[in-house]
């Protein structure tokens, strides 16, 4: 370890990748493997070779003294796992890493891949939190966006999470997909609300090249909703879920009051963090780094010492992901962190680039902070990040 490392510059938290799914969903483009109907991880060799192999990775890791405060296990479905591979995997990364006491362990779970036994024992070993992909409380849009899942599946799966009382509960909801109106949307916002769950993600719905929607759909045509359509998607979403107590922190976030997803908030506030696993994304020493993203050329990186080839990234894209992903907050950024850490003069640049977007209401500074308005100015904000990109970019 290099001595002159920054303690507060360096990683407490970990990602882990899990790239196994029963099918692939139309409009995934993550990292996955489909596994079919095997729902245990123990009845498969393919899954418990992975784990091998990403424990692997992570008993060689670089460390750094200071213990993991959040993991999230992201996927693919980790609720495919068998307790016994999540504890294998969370034995090693407390080994080598070390975890502290009360850290927010987050897992992402589908409907109809866990039972009761399974979700027991993901909280026996220390999960704390749970990410579940409703997506959408009508059958005929499951069936559209490819999910495996049934509306019995969701209710069925809610039932065992009320049972294991897990603390932190957060549900997936999609809007914009194809066919969708906004009768079902505000119909999946309220079922959202009825369930009650500490935090409710929604996704406005992406339309990536080399996925199942990416062959099937052009980007603003038909069936798709409207650019009309899914900005009323996103105002009702803010107007119901705020007006049932839930704060919007984050452009697709939103959270009871002390219930906001810390790990998240580590990419957002552009701190460093490991990455383990095929595709999965690291941010140490500076280093941004992206693992293989097909399984066995992963496992061969692996095998080869899972060497991290790349730059450290240069000032001026540091600058530019600060405002990235620090702007996706509500509170925004910090003009007196910036400051600091880019110059005064960079920082009155940056408002002389922001004017008009001040004129039109889309930004304001408040007690300090750099921040896009509610919900306007967080639905105009890919235009606003694309000029700054624009002027700042190399």
Known sequence: MDQKVNVFNVPSSAYVHIPFCRRRCFYCDFPVSVVGDRLRGETSGTISQYVEVLCNEIAIAPTFGQPLK???????????????QLEKILTVLKQRLGIVPGAEISMEIDPGT????????????GVNRVSFGVQAFQAELLKIAGRSHSIADIFAALELIRQVEIPEFSIDLISGLPHQSLDQWQYSLAKAVDIAPTHISIYDLTIEPGTAFGRYYQPGALPLPTDETTVKMYEMGQQI?????????????YAQPGHQCQHNRVYWENRPYYGFGMGAASYVEGKRFTRPRKTQEYYQWVKAGCVIDCDVTPP??????TLM????????????SLTAEFGAEKVAEIQRCLRSHFERGWMEVAQGRLRFTDPQGFLFSNVVLAELFAQFGS
């Open 316 to 321: 001026q894209e540091v600058l530019l992901e």
């Open 70 to 84: 959040t993991i999230f296990f992201g996927g693919g479905t980790p609720s495919l796992l068998s307790t016994a």
């Open 114 to 125: 866990f039972d009761l036994a399974h979700i027991k024992g993901y909280r026996s070993l």
């Open 241 to 253: 879920l705020t007006g049932a107590g839930y704060q919007h922190y984050e452009i697709s976030n």
């Open 325 to 336: 992903l620090g702007l996706r907050l509500a509170e925004g950024v910090s003009l007196s």
